[in-house]
């Protein structure tokens, strides 16, 4: 039985027209998702967002305290990272669209789409073949940096001139803080 779709007319209430309330299959009152639904989403949601927030603020300490690295520079790494992964989801949904993928929608009972054999080479691709490409392009740098016997003696040197600056700028703030403490301790007695 095929439906028609009728344009909602102005005045119109939205719940009762009748392409909203029955699928292209002719059934009525398809599923739709209730509020506890949403709450079960977000809470989900939450979940993911909480952990990838603790990894990153973990890394943020890392890079800042254990290697050093200025806050500024950490931030704008992660601003970058986090424009990179906006790219890449709008490069995958051009190539999910282009491949003419076709998503199953729970609400409509028995949709059940075919895929062609065009869009399972495209999936195929996407999570194959592209991916594999790109790990092999992200060899070619390598093959260029040189990185021979007096080149790492140079970055030892000058890594282990840099953790002496810094131990020496702990070992002077340790001593503030003991002078600091001392004076605390003399206020009390």
Same mark, same amino acid.
């Given at each position: 039985?095929?439906?028609?779709?009728?344009?909602?007319?102005?005045?119109?209430?939205?719940?009762?027209?009748?392409?909203?309330?029955?699928?292209?299959?002719?059934?009525?009152?398809?599923?739709?998702?209730?509020?506890?639904?949403?709450?079960?989403?977000?809470?989900?949601?939450?979940?993911?967002?909480?952990?990838?927030?603790?990894?990153?603020?973990?890394?943020? %300490? +890392?890079?800042?305290?254990?290697?050093?690295?200025?806050?500024?520079?950490?931030?704008? #790494? $992660?601003? &970058?990272?986090? @424009?990179?992964?906006?790219?890449?989801?709008?490069?995958?949904?051009?190539?999910?669209?282009?491949?003419?993928?076709?998503?199953?929608?729970? %609400? +409509?009972?028995?949709?059940?789409?075919?895929?062609?054999?065009?869009?399972?080479?495209? #999936? $195929?691709? &996407?999570?194959? @073949?592209?991916?594999?490409?790109?790990?092999?392009?992200?060899?070619?740098?390598?093959?260029?940096?040189?990185?021979?016997?007096?080149?790492?003696?140079?970055?030892?040197?000058?890594?282990?001139?840099?953790?002496?600056?810094?131990?020496?700028?702990?070992?002077?703030?340790? @001593?503030?803080?003991?002078?600091?403490?001392?004076?605390?301790?003399?206020?009390?007695?």
């Amino acid at each position: 039985m095929d439906s028609q779709i009728v344009p909602i007319e102005n005045g119109q209430d939205i719940n009762q027209h009748q392409s909203l309330n029955s699928d292209n299959f002719g059934n009525s009152n398809p599923k739709v998702l209730k509020n506890k639904d949403y709450v079960f989403f977000s809470v989900a949601q939450f979940d993911s967002s909480a952990i990838s927030g603790l990894v990153q603020g973990y890394m943020i %300490f +890392f890079y800042t305290v254990c290697v050093g690295i200025p806050a500024v520079q950490v931030g704008t #790494m $992660f601003l &970058i990272a986090k @424009i990179l992964a906006g790219l890449k989801d709008f490069v995958l949904m051009f190539l999910l669209v282009f491949f003419g993928f076709s998503q199953a929608l729970p %609400f +409509f009972n028995q949709h059940q789409p075919i895929q062609s054999d065009f869009t399972k080479l495209g #999936m $195929f691709a &996407i999570y194959t @073949i592209i991916p594999a490409s790109l790990n092999l392009a992200s060899i070619v740098p390598i093959l260029f940096y040189r990185l021979s016997g007096k080149r790492m003696a140079e970055i030892h040197k000058r890594l282990e001139e840099k953790r002496a600056v810094r131990e020496t700028k702990n070992s002077e703030a340790n @001593i503030g803080d003991i002078e600091v403490q001392s004076q605390i301790d003399t206020c009390n007695s």
